[in-house]
C-alpha cells in the first residue's frame, strides 16, 4: 500500500485521543451519509408516489390507443378490422367514442367528458376494480318486450358524481345532452341538443383530472346521442399480451394503418402529467443535491483543520523525504476515504430504510388515500446517480481545499 494510502486511513480509522477536528471530521462524515440517505429516501417516495399515479392512470387509458390523424372519428369498416385483431401480441381490442356532453339531474348540472365504450373496455384497462360504489354496468341486456326501451346506466368520476348532487344508490335518472351535428344553435334545448336519460350505476375514484371530468357510458348510447353510424367509433383501445411487446405491437399496427392514423402509448396519452413529473423529480434531485454540497463544506473546513493540526506530522514527513506532492495526496485521499465511508454508509441506510417502509409500512398516509402506507419503489439508477452525484462534489471540494491548502 502506498504511504499516502495508508496514512490517510490511519488518519480517519487509528484510535486517537478525542479533539474538535475529530468531531468535525465525523460529523462531515455523518452529515454526507444523511444527506445521502434523504437522496434516497426522498427520491424512491417519489418514485413510489409516481408509480401508483401511473398505476391509476393506467387503469383508464388503455396501453395503446389509435386515433385518425385527421377529423374526429373514421369507421372500423375502412380499415382490416380482423387482421388487426389478429396482429401478434394484440390480445383485445375496445371501440370507443367520446365527446363533449351536459349533464343536468334536478338542479344540478356539469360540463364532461362523455366516453362511450363496448364489452371489451374493462377487460383492457380494468376500471371496473376501483369502483368505490356500485357496480360496472352499462345497459340492461335483458329481453326487452317490443317498444320496450333498454335502461341504460352511467359510470361517474367520483367529482362529477357529487356535483349532480348524486347520492349513495340514487337511481334517478340525468338527462344527457349532446349538440346536433350539422345544425345551427337553435332557440330550445330540442333544437340545440340530442338529449337522452340514462341511470347512475356507481362512481370511481383513480385521479383528479379523471374525476372531475369523465363519464363512461355503452357505446350505443353516445352513438346515437352523436348520430353516428354502427360503426364509427372516434378511437381504438388496444390491450397487449404482455407489457414488453407494447412498442412492437405499436409498430406492426403503424405499418397495417399507415400515416392516415395516430398510435399513442399511455405517456403520449397523458403527455403533461408525465412531462410535469419528471420535471418535479429533477427538481426534488437538484435541491437534495443542495443539502449534500452543505455537507460538503463541513468537509473543506474539517480537512482544513486537519491540515493545520498536522503540520507537525508534516514536517516529520518532509524529514523523512515525503515530498509536498505526495503530503498533498495524502489528504486528498484523507477527504475522498470520508466521502466514500458517508456516501456508502447513506445508500446502506437509505436502502434499509426503503425496504423497511416496502415490507412494513411504518409511515403511514392515513385512512383517506389509496394506500395505506406511503409507497416506495427504489430504482439503480437513482443509487448510482446519487453516488456519482456525492463522490463528484465531495472531490472537488477535498481537491480545492488541498490545492489551497499551504503544506
Known sequence: MKPSSLLARRYLFSRKKKSVINVISWISLIGIAVGTTALIVVLSVYNGIGQLTQD?????????????????????????????????GVERISQIVEENAWL?????????????????YAAITGLDT????????????????????????????????????????????????????????????????????????????????????????????????????EDEVTSLAIRCSHPRQVDKVRSLIKEQLG????????????????????????????????????????????????????RKDIGTLKAMGMNTQDIRRTFLKEGILIALVGVASGLVMGFLICLLQQQFGIVKMGSNFITDAFPVAMRLIDFVATFVMVTILSTM????????AKI
Do not use: C
Open 56 to 88: 391509476l392512470f393506467s387503469v383508464f387509458d388503455p396501453q395503446l390507443l389509435v386515433e385518425p390523424s385527421e377529423g374526429k372519428t373514421f369507421h372500423t369498416s375502412t380499415i382490416n378490422y380482423d387482421s388487426l385483431l389478429n396482429t401478434p
Open 397 to 404: 471540494a477535498v481537491a480545492f481545499t488541498v490545492k489551497k
Open 259 to 310: 400515416g392516415d392514423f395516430t398510435i399513442k402509448d399511455r405517456f403520449e396519452q397523458q403527455p403533461l402529467y408525465f412531462k410535469v413529473f419528471k420535471s418535479e423529480r429533477l427538481g426534488v434531485f437538484l435541491i437534495l443535491s443542495l443539502i449534500v454540497l452543505i455537507a460538503t463544506l463541513n468537509l473543506i473546513a474539517s480537512l482544513s483543520l486537519l491540515i493545520i493540526d498536522k
Open 104 to 120: 343536468t339531474h334536478k338542479h344540478n348540472e356539469a360540463i364532461v367528458q362523455l366516453r362511450g365504450v363496448d364489452s371489451n
Open 130 to 229: 376501483l369502483l368505490h360504489e356500485g357496480a360496472y354496468y352499462l345497459k340492461d341486456d335483458r329481453p326487452m318486450a317490443p317498444g320496450q326501451r333498454r335502461p341504460m346506466y352511467l359510470l361517474f368520476g367520483g367529482e362529477v358524481w357529487y356535483n349532480l348532487g348524486l347520492g349513495s344508490y340514487s337511481n334517478s335518472s340525468i338527462a344527457v345532452h349532446i349538440p346536433r351535428r350539422g345544425t345551427s344553435l337553435g332557440m330550445t334545448i330540442e333544437d340545440a341538443f340530442n338529449t337522452d336519460i340514462a341511470f347512475p350505476a356507481g362512481y370511481f375514484y383513480i385521479q383528479q383530472d379523471i374525476d372531475e371530468r369523465y363519464v363512461i357510458a355503452d357505446i350505443d348510447f353516445v352513438r346515437s346521442l352523436m348520430d353516428y353510424e
